[in-house]
């Protein structure tokens, strides 16, 4: 066998090897397409109100735990609609108070209120968050538990 008729035959395994490779590839990618056809994947978004969070009274300062909502809520202690949910945030330097959140119906917070301050935006382009400490004014993060 002379040179170029092992370079001819070298070429074709060559070819047939990527033809080869190309029909399993495409087969592979239509199997792929027709097995995913059959499941109707749905994402789920997850929202606050599937938290489980700390409601607080703002009458009396009873808590008890139970998924995030809309607040008002009746009060079990002292029967005022005066609980809402209340996370805890730190400021580095004065500690951690109290932050009640008013959330629209697509748990969305509209309204915090810090400590016993008057409730305010939950943001502003002016502020961004309105998570402040009430003693310095600095930015407040979520405290842990």
């Known amino acids: 066998m002379t040179a170029s008729e092992t370079d001819r035959s070298h070429r ?11 029909v399993a590839l495409g087969g592979s990618v239509t199997y792929s397409l027709i097995r995913s056809a059959k499941y109707d994947v749905k ?13 607080r009274c ?19 202690n002292c029967h005022e609609k005066e609980m ?12 951690a108070f ?11 917070p509209i309204e915090v209120r ?3 301050g008057s409730w305010e ?6 502020t ?9 004014n600095a930015q407040m993060f979520p405290a842990p538990d």
């Open 12 to 22: 074709r395994k060559q070819l047939l090897l990527l033809a080869g490779l190309l």
């Open 43 to 55: 994402v789920e978004r997850n929202s606050a109100f599937d938290l489980e969070v700390t409601w």
């Open 58 to 76: 703002l009458g009396c300062g009873h808590t008890l735990r139970d998924l995030a909502g809309v607040g008002p809520r009746e009060c079990p």
């Open 84 to 95: 809402y949910v209340c996370i805890n945030h730190a400021c580095p330097r004065h500690g």
């Open 98 to 108: 109290p932050v009640a959140f008013q959330y629209d119906a697509e748990g969305v």
């Open 114 to 116: 810090v400590a016993d």
């Open 121 to 126: 935006p939950f943001a502003s382009e002016e």
């Open 128 to 136: 961004g968050v309105n998570i402040r400490c009430p003693k310095c």
